[in-house]
């Protein structure tokens, strides 16, 4: 059973930075698009980054956070990163690393239907 777990939450302040991390296990990880979404409070859960699998030869981000963040992949670690740079309060929400189980190599998930696997979920604050 695939598990995933992020890290590297917590409170910056506007301006500031954070990598968020996302370990996988019980699977084969390289084979997996992997993706961020995020929930802010009283919203439905958004698309933010997107990596596509083995070697994330095709990635995106959402508009919102175009230019500041960026996402990227270590399958040695089976990990996926969510650099944060340049933060708002408009970019606090609760994140959930996401893997979906793709057929080709330069598919990304950008949408929740085509996600088979979610983490718990890690709160980013950002104060004014």
């Known amino acids: 059973q695939v598990q995933l777990i992020e890290s590297g939450g917590g409170t910056v302040q506007a301006g500031g930075s954070l990598r968020l991390s996302c370990v996988s296990s019980g699977g084969t990880f390289s084979n997996y698009a992997m993706s961020w979404f995020r929930q802010s409070p009283g919203k439905k859960r958004e698309f933010v980054a997107a990596i596509s699998r083995r070697d994330g030869g095709s990635d995106r981000v959402a508009d919102s956070v175009r230019g500041r963040f960026t996402i990227s992949r270590d399958n040695a670690e089976n990990t996926v990163y969510l650099q944060m740079d340049n933060l708002t309060p408009e970019d606090t929400a609760v994140y959930y690393c996401?893997?979906?189980?793709?057929?080709?190599?330069?598919?990304?998930?950008?949408?929740?239907?085509?996600?088979?696997?979610w983490g718990k979920g890690i709160l980013v604050t950002v104060s004014s």
């Open positions: 996401a893997a979906g189980e793709v057929s080709f190599d330069l598919v990304v998930v950008v949408t929740e239907a085509y996600v088979d696997h």
